[in-house]
């Protein structure tokens, strides 16, 4: 029997091919002009899956784009695993800032460029590897199955509706998901929670049309000025959110626990310089660790109103939007805190302009548990494999279908990535390492071998 | 002899005839595409000129769009009118907002509707009607000679050349210029100021590119949450503007003048109607027509950033950026206050982000004086007209060629307008009412024989 390692050192050029024709597919689930190809990256999963040894593979249609669904069941006595993953990725527009064209992947200092190489085709493909490698080699030490969806970048918006139909087809002890990022491949990390997200979209609205600024401004409130003032009031001078009532339901971390997120190598110099930023900002009393991990937050993600084109124009606006997200952390609920923001604003907007808050998505926080046979398990796993025992971190990001598995399926997740935060998610010239995706791919069997034995 | 009452009543529907003809030209400066139908217009305006009895027409051409000039010199021992107007027209787009096409002139509850009918076509034609009928009447009281470009709504660009060239073929003794309002037909009233302009686009940068706010959000400084603050730092909470020296040059008025411009009619409840408002807004302790007229004002024109597209993106942007103008008065000067803004944006912007202020262009503001023979002369035609005697009121426009005429030419203007505030200019529906155009033409020969009679 080959070990994993013999293995992927014997097979690396083929994972890595076989991840480049999954890259070279413009699987963009939001853009309606890309349906063939996420229907092809469907089918193409489906196929590699059966390559792999996977039974009852399965195309399973939703109202949406389709759920990949596999599995080997080796003895129902035995635990069984599910591995979520996703097979769509963001658009990659805007293209010209793009080094390389986002659906040609290159490798360049080790890295492979591709829309998709992190986020998710690439750490959910190592399972697909891992999973081959146990079948060739006689070494499934447990059940597994898969479920790989098509519409993760889109809010999952028919994931709900299947895994409330399907409750016996993936009825399983524990699930695993490689969608988050490790703090380096020196410094392992497992993500043991993600925030929640209230997203809302404000609408201000001054004068019934625009006017000329020369003849009105001054006398008439200028709902992008507004606007501004309010958005300006939800931070106090501490950097906290001024939204009464937001903090009620946050559970603090204890002092143990703060100090146990702080040992996480972070060394702010490289982080600023990262970012082009001279200096940091977040709420009074936290680290950046802290901030972006364990804290709730609220972003403007986008602003406009008025004249926004080439030139000059005095205008003053009949309107002014904004775009708001709000992050959540246990034990806050989306709901609530949407609630919360629209009587908030709606309350400090002054009587000059009328405000509309209209909620877009949300999706509730989770804690993963760290006492857990299948967190031990994969501590074991990339402890092995990195030889150095992982840190637990809290992930800035949202997943809302980890919150929607426990409620459905009454199932604890473990967060198993192996990217990194630089790797430009979301944005032009997204990169995965090579070395975390071969080193992802020896470290699955393992958490699967140790999953086993620890529930013996 | 004909009264010009008579003259106008005689000739009204030819009047009429032929401001639509030249309504019909589409004499847009701002768009290229329009290039034949500004040339066109130019041509059209001489010919009129020349048919009314002008002497010398000529097509003067600038490295733009020409300005068109005529004369009739009578007696160079007499005063003269220098007439000023614009034949170009602002951009009438979104064309789909007009309830008649731009460019097809309709007459509708007594105003005609069309791009230009008031900015300026329909102001300026007025002149060169009442011409007409002095020239006819042998009713010339004094030398009179006409100024009209083809690029007010560019910015005047190449006139301020044209008139340091043409020094001596300008020579007069007062500009009479109808390009703005009164406050309605039954209460006449002249502009007896101008406000001036400083109009700047700044642009926040914060994290180089744009970022996941799942991942960085709430540790790193948000460009449309930093600018905002600082939008709304720009007015205090008497709103006045928080600029340090803003006001150091603004001329207070006595409050007798305070008195004097409140007594214009002015009903709160039918201005916040017509805007669809609940309330009023503005810098505390003057009114309506004061925060308008003689108090300077800070506007955001336009605002944008980060995602605003349909539906949701959890980005933090990389920048932020708006449109902000001010309107001056007496004796703020453009530069300075362009120069006090930039200086005030980027002391208080935070380290966090990066600030840039970039000046687009500004005018200097004007006070016309209410003590010359040419505002008694329009005052005592005005009043001959309508049956009252004329409001002195204060323009919250900007006209920046009112300033250069004064700084090149050393000549005081008089602003003879006859619009109205709710003409619709820059905007869709623009109109100009029949009576305003006819009783304009009418008033005009009033203007020159009392101003020739105030001078002898």
């Known amino acids: 029997m080959q070990t994993i390692q013999e293995y992927v050192e014997a097979n690396k050029q083929r994972f890595l091919d076989e991840l480049f024709d999954l890259l070279r597919l413009p699987s963009v689930s939001a853009d309606p002009k890309f349906k063939g190809d996420v229907e092809k990256t469907a089918a193409f999963v489906a196929e590699k899956l059966k390559e792999a040894g996977a039974d009852n ?6 109202a949406g784009y389709p759920i990949v669904y596999g599995e080997k069941i080796i003895d ?20 010209e800032l793009w080094d390389t064209p986002p659906f040609e992947p290159t490798i360049r200092d080790g890295k492979i460029y591709a829309r998709g190489s992190a986020d998710d085709k690439g750490q959910f493909y190592m399972h697909v590897k891992a999973f081959e490698y146990m079948m060739k080699n ?4 447990c059940n597994i199955k898969f479920m790989i969806e098509g519409e993760e970048e889109v809010g999952s918006i028919n994931l709900g ?12 002890d524990v699930i695993v998901i490689s969608d988050t990022s490790m703090i380096s491949l020196e410094t392992p990390s497992l993500e043991t929670g993600l925030r929640g997200l209230s997203y809302v979209e404000v609408e201000v609205t001054g004068p019934n049309r625009d006017l000329h600024s020369g003849v009105y401004g001054g006398a008439v409130a200028n709902p992008a000025t507004i606007l501004a003032k309010l958005i300006a009031s939800l931070h106090d001078e501490h950097n906290h959110i001024a939204i009464p009532g937001f903090y009620d339901d946050v559970v ?56 926004i084109g080439e030139g000059a124009k005095t205008v003053l606006p009949s309107k002014a939007y904004a775009k708001i997200s709000m992050r959540l952390v246990p034990n806050q609920n989306s709901q609530r805190i949407t609630d919360l923001f629209k009587k908030h604003f709606e309350a400090i907007a ?14 509730e926080p989770v804690v993963t548990p760290t006492d857990s046979i299948a967190y031990k398990a994969a501590e074991k796993a990339l402890t092995e494999t990195f030889g150095i025992k992982p840190i637990p971190t809290r992930g800035g990001g949202s997943i809302p279908i980890v919150a929607l598995f426990e409620e459905v399926l009454g199932l ?23 070395e975390n995706y071969l080193k992802g791919i ?6 699967h071998k140790y999953y086993a034995e620890l529930n013996k």
Do not use: M
């Open 57 to 62: 593979v399965e195309i399973c249609q939703t």
């Open 76 to 95: 129902p006595a035995l635990p069984t695993v599910l591995t979520y993953g996703h097979y769509d990725v963001q658009p990659a527009d805007p293209y």
């Open 138 to 141: 006689n070494a499934l030490p």
């Open 161 to 172: 509706n299947f895994v409330k139909e399907n409750k016996e087809k993936l009825k399983a």
């Open 252 to 307: 603090e971390l204890t002092q143990e626990e703060r100090d146990e997120l702080n040992k996480a190598p972070f060394e702010i110099e490289a982080y600023q310089e990262d970012l082009g930023i001279q200096e940091v900002w977040g709420e009074e009393g936290y680290s950046t660790i802290e901030r972006t991990g364990t804290r709730p937050t609220l972003e403007v993600n986008g602003i406009w109103g008025g004249y």
């Open 350 to 363: 002054p009587d000059c302009v009328k405000v509309e808050v209209k909620p877009h998505h949300g999706g």
């Open 412 to 434: 604890k997740t473990v967060l198993l990535g192996f990217g990194l935060n630089s790797d430009n998610l979301h944005s032009p010239n997204e990169k995965y390492g090579v």
């Open 442 to 447: 020896s470290t699955i069997p393992l958490f």
